[in-house]
Antibody, heavy 115, light 112 residues
Framework: QVQLQQSGAELAKPGSSVKISCKASGYTFTSYYISWIKQTTGQGLEYIGYINTGSGGTNYNEKFKGKATLTVDKSSSTAFMQLSSLTPDDSAVYYC????????WGQGVMVTVSS | DVVMTQTPVSLSVSLGGQTSISCRSSQSLVHSDGNTYLYWYLQKPGQSPQLLIYKVSNRFSGVPDRFSGSGSGTDFTLKISRVEPEDLGVYYCYQGTHYPNTFGAGTKLELK
């Protein structure tokens, strides 16, 4: 069965970076893009961007350019998202999901930015 | 960005009853390839969103036929019949026609 297993919760200081992972199983990893989504109480669900897991090509929502960096390790069927120059506004639950259809989701990673 | 407007914000429904949720987009969601990339998701309490309906009216694998989607252009509807306790949560519409993809703000379905 298709599964996306994300890394654990992060507590980070303002100005720092975090890198969260999304390990896929149950399907051919390179056949589907991985999308990333941010969820907050205030802004709801926001689409960050996606990565082509075969080529490594990326497409970011303009809002998240410079904030999120998407990468992939095909050898381990894992996608990564690095969030840089963190501010309290980056505190959220971050999900990975398969393809742009978002047919399967990871369990989410809570990132808390606080001094 | 395309704005997805969901109404109502919340709904109260009796078990076994029927209800519907509306989603309107600020632009037509008909893609140049002829498809309409409008989806519906349910986020149950404490869980990740799960896909219910894809491309307006197609039920995803394992989704009961109590859920149905309809609509075209900019106006879309999700209908839920014979509501069961497992249907409670927040419903989101989502468009994949225009980049960046965007979500509605959600409709919370509660028991009456």
């Amino acid at each position: 069965q298709v599964q996306l297993q994300q890394s654990g919760a992060e507590l980070a200081k303002p100005g720092s970076s975090v890198k969260i992972s999304c390990k896929a199983s149950g399907y051919t990893f390179t056949s589907y893009y991985i999308s990333w989504i941010k969820q907050t109480t205030g802004q709801g669900l926001e689409y960050i961007g996606y990565i082509n897991t075969g080529s490594g090509g990326t497409n970011y929502n303009e809002k998240f350019k410079g904030k999120a960096t998407l990468t992939v390790d095909k050898s381990s069927s894992t996608a990564f998202m690095q969030l840089s120059s963190l501010t309290p506004d980056d505190s959220a639950v971050y999900y990975c999901a398969r393809s742009r259809i978002l047919d399967y989701w990871g369990q989410g990673v809570m990132v808390t930015v606080s001094s | 960005d395309v704005v997805m407007t969901q109404t109502p914000v919340s709904l109260s429904v009796s078990l076994g009853g029927q209800t519907s949720i509306s989603c309107r987009s600020s632009q037509s969601l008909v893609h140049s390839d002829g498809n309409t990339y409008l989806y519906w998701y349910l986020q149950k309490p404490g869980q990740s969103p799960q896909l219910l309906i894809y491309k307006v009216s197609n039920r995803f694998s394992g989704v009961p036929d109590r859920f149905s989607g309809s609509g075209s252009g900019t106006d879309f509807t999700l209908k839920i019949s014979r509501v069961e306790p497992e249907d409670l949560g927040v419903y989101y519409c989502y468009q994949g026609t225009h980049y960046p993809n965007t979500f509605g703000a959600g409709t919370k379905l509660e028991l009456k």
